[in-house]
């Protein structure tokens, strides 16, 4: 739990079913949290609202009188500050998908475990704080008097807590930082443009922290909505580093990673030079990494496999090619292997 929270601020549980509203209050209370409100439909929930200053509201979908989903939306317009978790029942998952598309945080489906709400406050806590601690930053900079050392603090807390979020992708942003300074020393680049793409990189997923852990660690496909929301972090991640002045030099790496040659990526569908170098370079070390490492949804590749996969998206027209080359002389090198931690049976001759 943040320290810095306000201890004024309440935790706001929604439901019709007194049972399970008044459960689960006794257990965030009991968890570290003890100021919790409770209310029974959205009407009551606005009230709620009114009187008492909260940073988080869990609600029911269905309920008498005006539902979640309705609820969401007036949390979103009226409280910007405060972040929205719904309970849907299984027939209702298309309700939670839109719920999220609105802005809510995340969602849980019916029956669901009292240890997955306390894990979500955790987060929006986390979140709320570096939202903070941004705002805070920034702040200090227009008094000229912040300095570099509590910027780069901010920066790898971003960085940790993203990582943290999936256990398939802890020091994931570790390793693409150290594949894309690789990548960029080998290129030729200056010393403060490979520290500025290696910044870039470690930050890359910054945006995931937005997206509900039930997206990042699903099992299996993504639906479309889900995907949809998925390709949103790249856009977040920009906006959570933008007001920062100091990442600016930044902020095309993050914003630009997933984007294709061919401009069939996301967000903004750039095509060819119109990617920035930076994003190019980061875009080929995440991949990499991403097919190399293992994640809820497969296992890793071999770099063998790894780089028929690449090449692959060369001859496609995705990946700038000549930079993808790069990485695979450093693969064929042996220089990955102590960049990404890979077993010693993966080293290439």
């Known amino acids: 739990m943040i320290d810095d929270l306000p201890s004024e601020r309440s935790f706001l549980i929604v439901d019709d079913v007194d049972g399970i509203r008044e459960a689960l209050a006794s257990y965030v209370r009991a968890n570290g949290y003890p100021n ?20 988080l509201v869990l609600t029911d979908l269905t309920m008498p009188g005006m539902g979640g989903l309705e609820l969401v939306s007036h ?20 309700f939670a998908i839109q719920s999220l598309k609105v802005g809510a945080f995340d969602f849980f489906k019916k029956p669901f475990r009292f240890e997955e709400v306390l894990a979500t406050i955790h987060r929006v806590v986390e979140k709320q704080h570096l939202q903070r601690r941004s705002l805070e930053l920034e702040r200090l900079k227009e008094r000229r008097v912040a300095d570099e050392s509590h910027l780069k603090e901010f920066m790898l807390a971003l960085a940790h807590i993203i990582d943290m979020k999936s256990r398939y992708t802890r020091q994931h942003s570790d390793r693409v930082s150290r594949i894309a300074a690789l990548m960029s ?69 993050i914003r630009w990673h997933h984007e294709n040659l061919d401009g069939t990526g996301y967000p903004d569908g750039l095509k060819g030079e119109q990617i920035p170098l930076d994003a190019r ?17 497969r296992s890793p590749m071999d770099p063998t496999a790894a780089m028929a996969v690449l090449e692959q998206e060369c001859e496609n027209g995705r990946l700038d090619a000549r930079l993808t080359h790069v990485l695979f002389d450093l693969a064929r090198a042996g220089m990955l292997r102590h960049a990404v931690l890979l077993p010693t049976e993966f080293a290439l001759a």
């Open 36 to 55: 919790v409100v409770e209310a029974r439909n959205g009407h009551e929930a606005l009230e709620r609202l009114r009187k008492h200053r909260c940073f």
């Open 185 to 253: 020393e080998r290129i030729g680049l200056s010393k403060d443009e490979i520290d500025r793409i290696a910044l870039g990189a470690r930050l890359h997923d910054i945006g995931k922290l937005a997206i509900p852990d039930c997206i990042l660690d699903k099992p299996g496909p993504l639906t479309a909505d889900e995907y949809a929301i998925m390709k949103e972090h790249p856009g977040r991640g920009a906006d959570l580093c933008q007001p920062i002045a100091c990442l600016a030099p930044v902020v095309s790496a």
């Open 281 to 297: 370079i980061v875009r080929i070390a995440d991949y990499w990494d991403a097919i190399t490492s293992n994640r809820s949804y």
């Open 75 to 94: 949390v979103r317009r009226d409280y910007p500050d405060v972040d929205v978790a719904v309970i849907t029942g299984h027939l209702e998952l298309e």
